[in-house]
């Protein structure tokens, strides 16, 4: 069965953050919950980057949560708020750690941190940095990367969640912005976009289910969210891990 965070876990990476949020000298880092204090062994750590919604206050930045795979070295981002890659650095996570951002929507006070921190990310990374969004994620990067005249480092792979076939009110189903083509300035690196159509029968979009037979590997799937842009709430499924039994013990 999927494994759930246990008592008191959540709660000590909040009061991490909220140390880090107003700038203290002890700054948020994801080992917050050390082996040491946490009571459950977990592989999966999760960092509040950002928790105001709208605006930022003085003691918390937007929204921004990262999700750290600890044996993995890997940190997802999902939402990426104005000021997430500082708060990042101030919780000591190296940028080339980020591998994939998740957006739930596009309004700004959940994406516009993206475009400085995707720029950090490539400046300190090879591999391509994965950004998932509803329709108009890819348009709304490549706008800004063609009209800053920046060269990219790295390939940066969007999909876009297409909300065709979902229960979304279709007036606003295709008020994204359109997947128009921008001039990149030369780099080593592109821009590229592909399409996951909603699973009606199951009420989903599978995002990413390559791990789906791996044993501990991770499902990524989403769900539509009512809003009034379009939204999506996305799914994190660790795949069963086999125990194993001391039949001695239990005689």
Not at 81 to 108: A, D, M, N, W
Not at 228 to 243: F, M, T, W
Request: hydrophobic share 40%; with cysteine.
């Amino acid at each position: 069965m999927p494994r759930a965070f246990p008592p008191g876990f959540v709660r000590a990476s909040l009061r991490a953050c909220r140390a880090g949020f107003a700038g203290k000298a002890a700054a948020y880092r994801i080992a917050a919950c050390s082996a040491q204090s946490n009571p459950w062994d977990s592989d999966i750590e999760v960092a509040f980057f950002g928790t105001s919604a709208g605006v930022p206050s003085s003691s918390r930045n937007v929204s921004s949560l990262g999700v750290w795979f600890r044996q993995r070295a890997d940190m997802w981002l999902f939402d990426c708020g104005e000021g997430t890659q500082h708060q990042v650095r101030r919780g000591r996570v190296r940028p080339k750690l980020i591998s994939r951002v998740f957006l739930t929507h596009l309004h700004g006070d959940h994406v516009w941190g993206l475009p400085g921190l995707l720029m950090s990310v490539m400046t300190a990374r090879d591999e391509p940095v994965r950004v998932y969004g509803p329709r108009g994620t890819y348009a709304l990067l490549s706008s800004i990367i063609a009209g800053t005249y920046t060269g990219l480092d790295s390939n940066i792979m969007v999909t876009e969640l297409d909300f065709e076939n979902t229960p979304f009110p279709r007036r606003l189903v295709r008020e994204g912005l359109p997947r128009l083509s921008y001039y990149i300035h030369p780099g080593t690196g592109s821009i590229s976009c592909e399409s996951v159509p909603f699973d009606a029968t199951r009420g989903e979009w599978v995002v990413d289910d390559s791990e789906a037979d791996v044993p501990g590997g991770i499902t990524v799937s989403a769900i539509p969210l009512h809003h009034r842009v379009p939204s999506v709430g996305y799914i994190l499924k660790e795949s069963d891990i086999a125990g194993e039994l001391d039949a001695s013990k239990l005689l």
